[in-house]
């Protein structure tokens, strides 16, 4: 994972911010962004189902699960903090 961040001190109540993360995930690996940018693993919620309906066989295949691993997510934000 890889971030970036800048902030900004507009004046003494007000911040600006801006952040960047990357999850760079190997070609077995199937970690997400959660909230904040933090990598968590997930279990597969993406994948097809543990059992489907093939109406090209007639019966029922296992095909699940599958999870899509090996990507790069990318998350920017930006934002205002301001202190009252």
């Not at 001190?9 to 904040?36: C, E, I, P, Q």
């Not at 095909?63 to 990507?71: D, I, K, L, Q, R």
């Amino acid at each position: 994972m890889y971030t970036a961040t800048w902030r900004h001190a507009l004046d003494k109540n007000t911040r600006f911010y801006a952040d960047w993360v990357m999850t760079v995930n190997h070609s077995a690996a199937h970690y997400d962004l959660g909230a904040g940018g933090d990598g968590v693993t997930t279990d597969c919620y993406d994948s097809t189902p543990m059992a489907a309906f093939d109406a090209t066989t007639g019966g029922v295949t296992n095909g699940g699960p599958h999870c899509f691993a090996g990507g790069r997510l990318q998350r920017v934000s930006t934002g205002v903090n301001y202190k009252f």
